[in-house]
Structures are given as C-alpha cells and as structure tokens.
C-alpha cells in the first residue's frame, strides 16, 4: 500500500547518539484506542514537544510512527539549539518584510529559552548546557554583511556583537574578516532530550505505537479518519504530522528540498581552544562548517552540505567529506584534528527562506503539519508545538501566519 507520507532513507552510518545510554522509548505494538482526540504521525522530537504540550490537557493522544520512536533525523542531529536562523536578519527582512523577519528571529530566541527551561524544569537529563554563539564571515556573508546583520539584530532587540579581526584574534585565536557573538543558544544530546520529552509525555497520558504507518486519510464532518498500515481505522478530530523530511505529499511542492550533508564527532578529551566549551560556531559560508564541543570534549562538526537528496548514503563520500571537515576545522582553529570517532551523514531539508512550514494543511479540515527544516529544526520543533497547540486549544497564535504553508 502506498504510504501517505514518501518514504525515504533518512540517516547513514552511525550517529554518536545511538550509543548513549537512556534513549530508549516504550511504544506499544498495537492501536489502544482508535478513536482519539489528536492522533500525532511521528515520534521525532518535533512529535515529542508537539505530544508534551497536549498531555495533561484532558485530550486523548495517540501518537504512531512507522519506525521506533527516535529512529528518524533526531537521531542524526547533532543538536546545536540556536535561535539564528539560516537565514540572516537583514536578508530576510529583503525576502518577507522587516516586521515580519523581525518577529521571527525573536520567536526563534523566545523558544530556544523556552525549551531550555522546560527541560530544566522537567529535569530530563540530556546535557542540556546553554551556549554563546560565534556566526564567522564566510564567503557568503562577509565582514560587511555581518556589521548590517549586527545591526539589524541589535534594532529587535537580540543582542549581538559584532567582532572585527582583531578581537577575534586576541580572544579566540581565529583568522577571519569579522564574526557576530551572540548569546540565546544551548546545546544538548538529542536522543536524551528527545526520549526524556517522550517519557513525560507517556507519563502525562500520552499512547505512543510503534511500526504502524498511515496510509491514507480523509477529513469527514468534524473529524478525519485515518487508514493504517495494520488494516486498521483511526478517527481523530486533530491529526498533525511531524514526519520530518518525510513529508505529506498534500504540501510536498511548497518551495523545500531535500539535501545530504554529513557530520562527525572526535573521541572525548580531543584537544580544543578552551572557549569552545562555552560557545557553538558556524559560518556565513557555502558550503558550510559547524561546531561545538560535548561535556566529555567530543568535537562536533558538520557541514560539507550536498545538492543531493541521496548522496549521503555514500560510504566513500563519507570518508570523503569527513576528510574535508577535518581539514577545514585544523585550518581554523590551527590545531590537528584526529580521526573521528563517529561518522555519520544525513538527509536534510531546507527552505528557500530558512523558514519552517507550520499550520493548517490545504485541503483538510484540522489536520496540521509541523515541517521544521534547516539548521534550526530543534528549535522550529519548539515554535510548531506552541502553533499548533494552541489551534488545537483554540487559542489563537499571534505569530501563526508567519510559519504558514506558503
Ligand atoms: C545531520 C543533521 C544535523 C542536524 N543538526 C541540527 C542542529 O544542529 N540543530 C537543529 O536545531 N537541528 C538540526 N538538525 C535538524 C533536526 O535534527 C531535525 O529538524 C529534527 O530532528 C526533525 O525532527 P522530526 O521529529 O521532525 O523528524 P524525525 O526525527 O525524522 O521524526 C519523524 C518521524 O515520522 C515518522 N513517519 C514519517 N511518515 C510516517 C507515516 N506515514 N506514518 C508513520 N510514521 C511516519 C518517521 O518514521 C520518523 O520517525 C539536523 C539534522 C540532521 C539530519
């Protein structure tokens, strides 16, 4: 039976995360209830967050994913929780409007803080730790175009510094043209984080079912009936996919793409400049270079991103990129990078606008989609279970329309 949502290969190799402890999520093999009150398709880490801001709400909740739990993307991130977006300030105002780019940008700030408090808050151990953030000039955005941005970001209120070669130099030992530091950002392990959001969702009430697929759905007066891979029948009054980058066919031409990129991780203890611990860096380039560091100092790094949608199946490639991150890494911060511990490479989708898509789905009557793509996909995963629980609440969100399906 065709599925309702393209399946596709999501991950290759494996992932740092997939040998931590405490990632593991109960799921059921069978359907409890088959009529619910939200049915979530996808047990990622934006069903997680999506699940947890429904569960003590009196509704009933059933969440099915055609894998186990946590087995998609989520695995693969390598979890840099930023509130920059791809997309930088100023260039966004010229793509949607300044007021708009505005509120986007402070959103994305509001959630990164949000999710780091209700992680506190909830006290999901994941390692969880906040960052400063080192944005460096690239060859896509230069000096001059991080001194606008700087600029831009100071005028809504989201403090950045914009550093020029010399302080640069003297406090991080980096060769670049300029970098904007900023400081709303976290990091985290994103299997923990993700299994930890389940467990309390599951403990709010929550029925989570495993290696089920939906397959077909259709919106009846006041509520949709879903068709399931088991032969079976789910009426829901709200359905909402988290299904990441495999995406409903319904809004699959909206102006996203599916590319491949690639990552790796050092043993712990691997050699570092000492503010790594305190900060995440990427860059203004294409393609681009990421890292971070882990509290048992692991280096993190990924980019080498792929106009591909299956490249990074590729072991040689692998091999490969991994080969070119290592160099690209050693160049800037002017230290030998060992071999990686773990290698892993990705599918990944992105935007034109660097904007998630969140809202209503076209043709449907409350059934919602929450498509967090880019390199803020943790942090979209956030803002899309605000949206929409809030319509499922029937409370209206002020920032809706600025995620919707376009
Ligand atoms: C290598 C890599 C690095 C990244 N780095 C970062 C980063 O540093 N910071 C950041 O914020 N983001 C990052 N991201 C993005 C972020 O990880 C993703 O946005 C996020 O994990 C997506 O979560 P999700 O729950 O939407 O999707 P997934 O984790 O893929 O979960 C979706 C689930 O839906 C299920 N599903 C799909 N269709 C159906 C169906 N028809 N029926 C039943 N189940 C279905 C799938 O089986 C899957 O389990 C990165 C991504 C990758 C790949």
Redesign the pocket.
């Known amino acids: 039976m065709e ?3 393209r399946k596709r290969k ?2 290759s190799f494996q992932p740092l995360w997939a040998n931590t402890p405490d990632i593991r999520v109960s799921a059921l093999h069978k359907i409890p209830d088959t009529s619910v009150d939200v049915l979530i ?7 997680a967050l999506m699940a947890l801001s429904l569960a003590n709400r009196g509704l009933k909740v059933l969440v ?4 186990q739990p946590l ?4 695995l ?7 509130h920059e977006i791809d997309v930088p300030l100023h260039k966004l105002a010229s793509m949607i409007g300044g007021e708009k780019a505005r509120r986007v940008w402070q959103r994305s700030a509001q959630a990164v803080k949000t999710l780091s408090t209700l992680v506190d808050h909830l006290g999901i151990a994941c390692r969880l730790e906040r960052k400063h953030s080192l944005y460096l000039a690239g060859n896509d955005f230069g000096a001059r175009a991080l001194r606008t941005e700087t600029d831009s970001r100071s005028k809504a209120g989201l403090a950045a510094a914009f550093l020029d070669p010399r302080q640069l130099r003297q406090r991080f030992a980096l060769e670049r043209t300029g970098a904007i530091e900023s400081h709303i950002s976290a990091s985290a392990n ?1 299997a923990q984080l993700t299994a930890g959001l389940w467990r309390k969702a599951q403990e709010g009430g929550v029925s989570v079912v495993k290696d ?3 397959t077909d759905m259709r919106s009846l007066e006041g509520s949709n009936v879903v068709a399931t891979s088991k032969g079976g029948i789910i009426q829901a009054t709200h359905v909402v996919f ?5 995406f409903l066919d319904a809004v699959a031409n909206q102006g996203h793409r599916i590319v491949s ?1 690639w ?1 790796f991780a050092t043993r712990p203890h691997h050699p570092r400049p000492k503010w790594l611990t305190d900060y995440l860096v990427w860059e203004g380039s294409d393609p681009y270079l990421y890292f971070r560091s882990t509290p048992d100092g692991r280096i993190i790094v ?1 980019g080498e991103d792929e106009d591909s949608a299956t490249s990074f199946q590729d072991p040689v490639k692998l091999g490969a990129k991994s080969r070119t991150l290592r160099k690209k890494l050693s160049a800037l911060l002017n230290i030998p990078i060992e071999e990686p511990d773990y290698q892993w490479a ?3 989708g992105t935007t034109a606008d660097g904007l998630p898509m969140i809202g209503a789905v076209p043709g449907f009557n409350k059934v919602y989609a ?1 498509m ?2 880019g ?5 979209f ?1 956030q803002i899309a279970a605000e949206i929409l629980s809030a319509e499922i609440l029937r409370h209206q969100d002020p920032d809706a329309e600025l995620f919707a399906f376009r």
């Open positions: 599925a309702l949502t999501l991950r398709v996808g047990a990622g880490i934006s069903g099915v994913d055609r894998r087995h998609g993307s989520s693969a991130s390598t979890a840099m929780i930023q994103p089920i697929e939906v988290c299904t990441g980058y495999e990129t990552a990924g990705a599918a990944f929450a967090g793509y390199g803020n996909g943790i942090t995963s």
